[in-house]
């Protein structure tokens, strides 16, 4: 056992002990029963296994699933659980995947965009500035061991018991890695070589010719059919950080037999973004014969998405593990398609092409099966996760275990409590040194996330805070909370440090419509639409 981690661990269940005690004495009592401490030898009732699909939607999977083209998806809806999950604006992936991972709000958790600012340069959001435990801090706490291939904002890779495998390995989706970062891409140390290893094989073996293959003009050993090459490099990427985790994640798992497991694959949102303007009928626009060669590469990405999926059921006894299948958000397609395209100057416009009804599938070990899962969220995915296990609940918690998608045994059994996970005080600091290519950024801009002509990149300052983008998501997440004071100080201080920024001015203009000063909202959001006189989100608003 690593010496630090034992006396972290000892240090939380002092830490724990304490706070559930002044929560004991507050609270009157309760139902469940509060554990005083974590009790080092936590003996897991269970494994989980969690996939993750970014942007995973029913109403895709429906569509593929009823043309046999999802069987593994399919028999996981027919022999578990499923339901909607419910996510929250705004719908970006390090936003939410960290709700997801912490099961706490982003207040708490304090990561609010994709970029942040470290030592005047601009790089992806890292997890040393996430301000609260994920599940993986949570399990090594008490002992039980943990395996985490890809999740989004986990660089540089901190410490657990078991294994954590960053994002920033496969550097999510750009079609090289010469950028990559150099140090803190897993832990341990000892796992690095090979996972390097794998990744400089795949990126030998898949390049344009392969991700030709996905498209449906191209035939084995044909030629490269005309494409956009941003957008072409980006699909590679997406192929190759696929393929990573697709290799080492079962080997890492056999290794080193975890008891909560997880994997997260961006690129099923990632070739919505690139490709769904191209389903029939095609956005207004869009070269019909380009369409039609470029459309099939998303279902066909998602069946291989699917026969991944059933690669990793191989490994898993229903008997002993339960499976959760989750996604932040889920996509628009057909008739909800958004008339923004893909490639787009103004940036933050990929979010319209997501909308808050996500996916969750249960199945395994104490999963009712056939059964529905009514009004889960995106804060309920480690409250079940914890049950199954039996790992401890904290009172921080805002979400609550799927009982109704649990069999009788699990329900029956309450879990214990604890006050909060964060009582032993702050997480080990990670050390990194981070060369991240700028490579990474063009990427995020491909898919119409960050940058943009009428964006300025950043405000004086470090951190997150030094990228607008990130204050105008704060503010926005501030606004649904009921604080609309402090929203709309956060919005005029974004105009203020951010002059150029059309956000911080529309930001202001929706704070003053929504308390019916419609006459005070309109310069703002003229000053708005003068920034981003191509954005339709203004144009709407300032109608």
């Known amino acids: 056992m690593n010496a630090s981690l034992g006396s972290a661990r000892s240090r939380l269940a002092l830490g724990l002990l304490a706070a559930a005690m002044v929560a004991i004495a ?119 061991r943990v395996g985490v291939v890809g999740w989004y904002a986990s660089w540089p890779a901190e410490p657990v018991d078991g294994f954590l495998v960053s994002d920033r390995v496969g550097t999510h989706q750009i079609a090289g890695t010469e950028g990559a970062a150099k140090s803190g891409l897993a832990y341990p140390d000892r796992i690095v070589p090979e996972i390097v290893e794998a990744r400089d094989a795949i990126d030998r073996e898949i390049g344009p010719r392969q991700a030709a293959m996905f498209f449906e003009a191209s035939k084995p050993g044909g030629a490269v059919v005309r494409i956009d090459t941003e957008k072409l490099d980006t699909f590679v990427g997406i192929l190759r950080t696929t393929e990573l985790y697709r290799r080492v994640f079962p080997k890492l798992r056999r290794e080193f037999d975890p008891t909560i497991s997880a994997v997260y694959f961006e690129g099923t949102d990632a070739v919505g973004h690139l490709f769904a303007e191209y389903v029939a009928p095609p956005l207004p626009g869009i070269d019909p014969a380009l369409a ?119 329900e029956s059994t309450p879990p214990a409590t604890v006050a909060d996970y964060e009582a032993s005080g702050p997480r080990e600091a990670v050390v990194a040194e981070d060369s991240t290519s700028p490579e990474v950024l063009e990427k995020l801009k491909a898919l119409g996330y960050v940058g943009g002509a009428s964006q300025s990149e950043e405000t004086p300052g470090e951190g997150q805070d030094a990228v607008p983008l990130n204050r105008y998501n704060r503010a926005m997440v501030l606004l649904r909370a009921g604080k609309v004071d402090d929203a709309l100080r956060e919005f005029r201080a974004l105009q203020r ?31 708005a639409a003068a920034l981003a006189p191509r954005s339709p989100e203004i144009g709407t608003t300032l109608a």
């Open 292 to 410: 039609a060669h470029l459309a099939p590469a998303w279902d066909r990405y998602y069946a291989w998405i699917d026969s991944i999926l059933g690669e990793f059921l191989d490994g898993v006894d229903p008997a002993t593990t339960s499976v959760m299948v989750v996604s932040d958000h889920g996509f628009k397609t057909a008739e909800d398609r958004p008339s923004t395209p893909s490639k787009t100057s103004y940036a933050n416009l990929a979010p319209e092409w997501h909308r808050p009804e996500g996916v969750i599938l249960l199945w395994g070990r104490g999963v009712r099966a056939g059964a529905r899962i009514p009004q889960a969220s995106i804060y309920d995915v480690v409250p079940t996760a914890f049950r199954l296990v039996g790992l401890p609940l904290a009172a921080t918690l805002p979400g609550r275990p799927l009982d109704a998608a649990l069999t009788p045994e699990i």
């Open 26 to 144: 507050g609270c009157g009592g309760g139902d469940a029963p509060t554990s005083p401490e974590p009790a080092p030898g936590v003996a897991p009732r269970g494994k989980v296994l969690i996939v993750g699909l970014d942007g995973a939607d029913w109403k895709i999977l429906d569509r593929l699933g009823a043309a046999g083209k999802l069987p593994n998806l399919t028999r996981l809806r027919r022999e578990g659980a499923s339901g909607v999950l419910r996510s929250e604006a705004p719908l970006l992936s390090p936003i939410v995947w960290t709700t997801i991972a912490t099961g706490r709000r982003p207040l708490d958790h304090g990561i609010v965009g994709f970029l942040t600012v470290r030592e005047g340069k601009t790089e992806p959001v890292r997890s040393d500035e996430r301000r609260v435990r994920a599940f993986w801090n949570v399990a090594t706490d008490f002992g039980v």
């Open 497 to 527: 440090d951010a002059p150029d920024f059309a956000p911080g001015y529309l930001g202001e203009g929706m704070v003053l419509l929504d308390r019916r000063d419609a006459g005070s909202a309109v310069a703002p959001l003229e000053r």
